[in-house]
C-alpha cells in the first residue's frame, strides 16, 4: 500500500474498473489498481471524477489537495470511524490535565530525543563534523522535560532544543550548492527550507491519515493550541517523524546530490521557493521510499514501515488515553 501521488496540473483522475486512471490531454500517466493505495495527494490543479470520489470513499481512501509548492488545501475523506470512546477520552483529556501534559511530555521528548540522535548519528559518520555544542545544548534541554508539569513550559523547552537543532542543521548538508540560516515557514525563502516545508506537508497527510483511522478528532491537541482549521492533534503526533522521516530524506537528497539549485523556482511576488515538476517527482519517489523502509519499532519489538508506524503510534495514543496502557511511548530511534 502507498499514497499515489498527482502531480500533473489540469490531469483528469478518473475510475476504470477496479484501477484508479490518470490522463493528461487523453493520455494516460498513471493506472493503478486501486488496492495498492491507501492514499492520494494531489499537488496542483487536478478534475476528480464522481466515480472516482465514490470509490475512495468507500473504500476510506483520503484524497488530500496541496498546492504546487506543497501548501496544503483541503483533504476528502469518509465520515470519522464510529469509536466514540476514543474520542470521549480525547476530549476529557484536554486542557491541563495530568494525562495532556504527560502526552505533551511524550511528543516534545520524542522530537528531541531524535533530533539529538540524529546530530550523534551525523557526527559519527563524519570526521570532520563537530556538533557537540548543539547535542550538549539538546541535553540540557531533554533533561527536565519529564519533571516539567506545565504545557506552556514544555512547549519553551521544544523551541529551545528545536533552535539547537536548526542552529547546526547547515552543517550537515554536505552540499556546496545549498545552504541553510535559519527555518523559515510561511513562504520558505530558500531551497532547503522549501524541501523541509514540502516534506512536513507530506508528513501531515499520512498522520491525518492515520489519526482519523483510529477514530481521533484531528483538530483536539495538546501540544499545539486549538486553531480554526488546524488538525492540531495530527501535528503532535508528526513531531516525533519530522526527523526520522522529513529531515532524514531532506539530507539524504541535498547530499547525494540528486537535485540542483536550478531544480527550484521563486515566485516575484511572495518569493516563496518550490520545486519545478520534474524534481518534485524525484523528491515524492524518495519520500515514499523512505515511507516504506523497515526498522525494529523499539517498543512493539518488531519490524514495521515508518507507514505502519504512524498508525502504530496513533494506536497506542488511543490505548493510553482509554487507560490500557500506563504511559504513552513516543518513537524514538538511535
Not at 498527482?6 to 474498473?17: N, P, S
Not at 494516460?28 to 491507501?38: A, G, N, R, W
Not at 515524492?284 to 505502519?308: A, D, I, M, N, W
Amino acid at each position: 500500500m502507498s499514497t499515489l501521488y498527482v502531480t500533473q496540473d489540469d490531469a483528469f483522475i478518473g475510475k476504470i474498473d477496479e484501477r484508479l486512471h490518470v490522463k493528461y490531454e487523453k493520455k494516460t500517466i498513471l493506472d493503478v489498481p486501486l488496492i495498492k493505495i491507501d492514499g492520494v495527494v494531489v499537488l496542483g490543479r487536478a478534475t476528480v471524477s464522481p466515480s472516482a470520489i465514490n470509490e475512495l470513499l468507500q473504500r476510506q481512501i483520503p484524497l488530500t489537495f496541496l498546492t504546487g509548492s506543497g501548501g496544503y488545501l483541503g483533504r476528502l475523506e469518509p465520515e470519522v470511524t464510529k469509536n466514540i470512546f476514543v474520542r470521549k477520552a480525547q476530549w476529557q483529556a484536554a486542557g491541563n490535565t495530568p494525562q495532556a501534559i504527560h502526552l505533551v511530555q511524550g511528543f516534545v521528548r520524542g522530537k528531541l530525543k531524535n533530533y539529538r540522535n540524529t546530530l550523534v548519528r551525523r557526527q559519527r559518520e563524519s570526521n570532520d563534523l563537530d556538533l557537540s555544542g548543539a547535542i550538549e545544548r539538546l541535553d540540557n534541554v531533554i533533561a527536565p522535560i519529564d519533571t516539567t508539569q506545565n504545557i506552556d513550559s514544555l512547549r519553551g523547552l521544544e523551541g529551545a532544543g528545536s533552535a539547537a537543532y536548526f542552529g547546526c542543521f547547515n552543517e550537515m548538508i554536505r552540499n556546496t550548492q545549498f545552504t541553510f540560516t535559519k527555518r523559515v515557514r510561511r513562504p520558505p525563502t530558500d531551497p532547503v527550507n522549501s524541501l523541509l516545508s514540502f516534506g512536513y506537508s507530506l508528513l501531515r497527510h499520512d498522520v491525518q491519515s492515520a489519526v482519523n483511522i483510529v477514530g481521533f478528532d484531528p483538530y483536539l491537541g495538546y501540544l499545539h493550541c486549538d486553531r480554526y482549521g488546524r488538525p492540531s492533534l495530527a501535528l503532535d503526533l508528526m513531531e516525533e517523524f519530522r526527523p526520522l522521516v522529513v529531515d532524514a530524506v531532506v539530507l539524504s537528497t541535498l547530499n547525494k546530490q540528486l537535485l540542483k539549485v536550478e531544480d527550484f523556482v521563486t515566485e516575484p511576488l511572495s518569493h516563496a521557493v518550490s520545486l519545478t515538476n520534474e524534481p518534485r517527482k524525484t523528491f515524492l519517489r524518495l519520500y515514499e521510499q523512505k515511507k516504506l523502509s523497515e526498522f525494529k519499532h523499539p517498543v512493539l519489538g518488531r519490524k514495521c514501515t515508518y507507514q505502519e508506524a504512524f498508525a502504530l503510534q496513533a494506536r497506542l495514543l488511543a490505548k493510553y488515553l482509554m487507560g490500557e496502557i500506563e504511559k504513552y511511548p513516543p518513537l524514538v530511534l538511535k
